[in-house]
């Protein structure tokens, strides 16, 4: 296993158009997080699975945007209706979880989204 | 969520220890000390977390306060390859299982 991969690396998109993001975490982590990162700012929380059930959402959630775990296994992330402000790093990061165990988080590498 | 306070940036010489500091004075009992690092162009890397002992590992060591309302990050040697933003994150046991991050230590390294 190679860690948490995130596809695409890089997206440009034109404002209203919609993206979807993959990301494929390590395969025996049950729990998934994506996040967003713009310049200068630290990672801001966007949703949670854990195995497929989507138990948390952000408010920065907003309608346009949509997360899905089919069958546990990878994620996607789709903006409908893109916005010049949604340009930023998307983030994915799997941990694995049991109970209030706690453990690290291993994080992908991002895909940056400039919206023009 | 608890929150943590941490230096914008500090400087550091390679070879040299880096003792990174976080304040997080209204930390509950339940609450792990988690720190992350993210260098430019990635996505944050796992360094450490801890309850209430001191933890080592092969990247760092963390050393929590008898209180528990401070930690420092121990970088024994640093290199140039440390320079990154640190960030030191409370997650809370049993409940939610996000990280919520702040706007980190930015830690530069002279050679």
């Known amino acids: 296993d190679t860690g948490v991969s995130q596809n695409p690396r890089h997206k440009i998109t034109k404002r209203g158009q919609n993206v979807t993001f993959r990301c494929d975490p390590i395969s025996e982590h049950n729990r998934l997080y994506w996040y967003r990162q713009t310049l200068g700012q630290g990672p801001e929380f966007l949703t949670y699975?854990?195995?497929?059930?989507?138990?948390?959402k952000s408010r920065l959630l907003s309608d346009r945007f949509s997360a899905e775990r089919p069958k546990g296994s990878f994620s996607t992330l789709e903006i409908q209706r893109t916005e010049q402000g949604d340009s930023a790093m998307y983030l994915c990061?799997?941990?694995f979880g049991m109970g209030s165990g706690d453990y690290g988080y291993t994080f992908g590498s991002g895909t940056r989204l400039t919206v023009v | 969520d608890a929150k943590t306070t941490q230096p914008n940036s500090m400087e550091s010489n390679e070879e040299e220890p880096v003792h990174l500091p976080c304040n997080h004075s209204t930390i509950s009992g339940t609450d792990y000390i988690h720190w992350y690092r993210q260098l430019p162009s990635q996505g944050p890397e796992y360094v450490i977390h801890?309850?209430?002992s001191n933890v080592n590992n092969r990247m760092a060591s963390l050393a929590i306060a008898e209180d528990r309302k401070s930690s420092t990050l121990i970088l024994h040697r640093a290199t140039l390859r440390d320079a990154a933003v640190y960030y030191c994150i409370l997650r809370r046991s049993g409940a939610t299982n996000k990280l919520i991050f702040g706007t980190g230590t930015l830690l530069a390294v002279q050679p």
């Open positions: 990061a799997s941990s």
């Open positions: 801890g309850l209430t």
């Open positions: 699975f854990q195995n497929e059930a989507q138990l948390e």
